[in-house]
């Protein structure tokens, strides 16, 4: 186990792709500092942690508030003394057009995607291990702009350029700097972009997070001797645009009103653990198979 004993801390570990990534890191028996701030679901990830054999502290942390920021990180430090992996996920996410969003809106995503991992790399870096690892989740958004999402896009440029920045600084001592660009993801922060635009949400179409969080860890256990700097990934379905499955969903709805998924959450298209075709909530040709193809072995 590559991982083994590594001070591994990761932000966003509450839910996500972030506790993915924590569960994942797990598995290499790493010491595990998992941030975010819902205390309740950080401490049920903690415990899946420990399931998995691995040591969990849980740190709530506002990555808004920078004296939260420097009480965590200052924490971590008094706690641990050294840090060996640092995982910047937490995120969020708004949509709108620039003429439609105030820019305190900006300013929340500035502090969260961006502020929140550039204080958070300042204050650790000098107990960065020379062997370390920092890790910074981006989004295909943070490559290319598309109308309607500008801040966030906009925070996410800005970590590229953070992370790029980093590598060529730290790459001389020996710490490496990875940066995951992924797409779509089947995440809470992704159904709430299907709610926004109107969409059937169909999670077993979208990527993965245990994809991303499997990649992640590959990259992070890879040998000294070589880096991957930037690993962008996608689901094979193509969910820029509406899935058939998706608009099948959305005739139903129309024909049987009671039955839309914004009403009744139950009827949204869900996994099908079996991989078998069963009754879906809106009839029996709507159950999905699980064996959605995906891009990362
Ligand atoms: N899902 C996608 O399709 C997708 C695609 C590309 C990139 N990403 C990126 O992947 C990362 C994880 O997103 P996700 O999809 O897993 O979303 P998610 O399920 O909504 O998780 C977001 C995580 O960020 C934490 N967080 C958000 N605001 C915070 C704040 N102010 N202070 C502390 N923690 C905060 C949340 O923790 P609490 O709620 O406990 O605070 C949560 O753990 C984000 O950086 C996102 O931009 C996602």
């Known amino acids: 186990m590559a991982l083994a004993g590594q001070v591994t801390i990761v932000t966003g570990a509450s839910t996500g792709i972030g506790r993915c990534i924590a569960l994942e890191v797990a598995t290499q028996h790493a010491r595990l500092c998992l941030v975010g701030r819902q205390l309740d679901k950080l401490e049920s990830v903690a415990e899946e942690v420990r399931a998995l054999g691995a040591e969990a502290h849980v740190f709530q942390t506002e990555l808004a508030s920078e004296p939260d920021i420097l009480k965590t990180s200052q924490a971590l430090v008094d706690q641990f003394g050294h840090i060996d992996i640092l995982i910047h996920c937490a995120g969020m996410i708004s949509q709108g057009t620039v003429a439609e969003t105030p820019v305190e809106v900006m300013d929340e995503l500035y502090r969260v995607n961006f502020r929140a991992p550039y204080l958070l790399t300042h204050r650790l ?80 179409l979208l990527l993965q997070p245990e994809r991303v969080a499997r990649s992640v860890v590959h990259v992070l256990t890879m040998p000294r001797d070589s880096e991957i700097t930037d690993l962008s990934i996608r689901g094979v379905t193509d969910m820029s645009v509406p899935h058939p499955k998706e608009k099948e969903i959305v005739a139903k709805s129309a024909a049987f009103p009671d039955r839309h998924p914004d009403r009744h959450p139950a009827h949204r298209c869900w996994p099908n653990p079996s991989g078998k075709v069963t009754d879906g909530p809106l009839g029996p040709d709507t159950a999905v198979s699980s064996s959605a193809k995906l891009p990362v072995a």
């Open 125 to 204: 870096l000098p107990f960065l291990k020379h062997t370390g690892q920092i890790v910074f989740v981006n989004s295909t958004a943070g490559l290319n702009a598309k109308a309607g999402v500008s801040q966030y896009a906009a925070s996410k440029h800005a970590l590229k350029a953070l992370a790029d920045s980093l590598r060529q600084e730290l790459s001389p001592i020996g710490i490496r700097v990875l940066t995951v660009y992924p797409a779509r993801t089947a995440t809470p922060m992704q159904e709430k972009i299907f709610q926004y635009e109107k969409r059937a949400y169909c999670p077993e």
